[in-house]
């Protein structure tokens, strides 16, 4: 099924399956719902509603208007749609920058997030540290420069989105995603605005001048501050994005976090083994 609603000052499509408690899947770059499937169809059969917006700016979901990417809007556009969809609370489960949004949202209103599962993206400053002080990671994130650059809506652009069939192959080592899927995602980056939408995400990361400075003081809680909702982190052993040895930050987590390597899979491992990865997510949710 598929749905719309409005949050946060924007329109947002979802799609979904099931009916119960609210289950949040938020995908990240370059991607798309359409990932979670496999997931969604786990999740319904496990008695919950099961839902995956298109980020903002990802097509059919609006593009804001301020063009703010940053975390802490990540973080109340999650919020938002809990309220939209009709829960008080929800299970938060985010891949790559959906898993950004979930640590944003887990940060400004724990109680708004009954269990955080996260994939592929660590907690804490250890990411941002790497970036500035090893030669690997930075080789892993040149797409990061590339994006924050001037050229970076063009080099997305290029050649109908070859960079996003690069990226995948590059993350996900030896892993071919269907072909239905990749024609999916390029079909939401090839409306207008979306390309500058999904390399603004990376901008508010590098270019603070960019944020909303009513927003500074949340802003930077979100990546230090601890966070008090159980977490699951789920991390493939060759995921050629960010490394394995990027690891969330226990001490972080004054709730407890649960964290799991999942080996022979790359960045996407909800794609790559779906039955592996929703496997140990439903065991964390009975816990």
Not at 148 to 175: K, N, Q, V, Y
Request: overall charge negative.
């Amino acid at each position: 099924m598929t749905g719309r609603v409005d949050a946060n000052g924007l329109g947002f499509s979802f799609i979904e399956q099931g009916s119960g408690p609210l289950a949040l899947c938020l995908h990240g770059f370059p991607d798309g719902p359409q990932s979670f499937a496999p997931m969604l169809h786990t999740l319904a059969s496990a008695g919950y509603r099961a839902v995956a917006p298109f980020m903002r700016g990802y097509a059919p979901t609006g593009i804001p208007a301020d063009g703010r990417y940053q975390t802490a809007v990540l973080g109340q556009d999650v919020l938002a749609l809990v309220d939209a969809l009709g829960a008080e609370h929800a299970v938060v489960i985010g891949h790559d920058w959906g898993a950004m949004a979930a640590y944003a949202a887990a940060v400004m209103a724990p109680e708004r997030v009954s269990r955080l599962v996260t994939l592929a993206v660590p907690y804490g400053p250890a990411l941002l540290t790497r970036l500035i002080t090893d030669p690997v990671q930075q080789r892993r994130s040149w797409y990061m420069y590339l994006l924050t650059s001037p050229l970076g809506e063009a080099a997305l652009a290029h050649d109908d989105f070859h960079l996003i069939d690069r990226l995948w192959a590059d993350w996900s080592p030896g892993f071919a995603p269907d072909a239905a899927l990749m024609a999916g995602i390029k079909a939401s980056f090839r409306q207008p605005g979306v390309a500058e939408a999904a390399v603004s995400y990376y901008r508010h990361v590098f270019l603070p001048a960019l944020r909303d400075p009513a927003l500074a003081e949340v802003q930077n809680r979100i990546g230090t501050a601890p966070i008090a909702v159980p977490a699951l982190y789920l991390q493939g052993s060759l995921d050629g994005c960010i490394g394995s040895e990027v690891e969330t930050e226990p001490a972080l987590f004054s709730a407890g976090v649960r964290t799991e390597m999942v080996h022979g899979v790359g960045h996407f491992l909800h794609v790559e083994k779906p039955d592996e990865v929703n496997g140990l997510i439903l065991d964390f949710l009975k816990m």
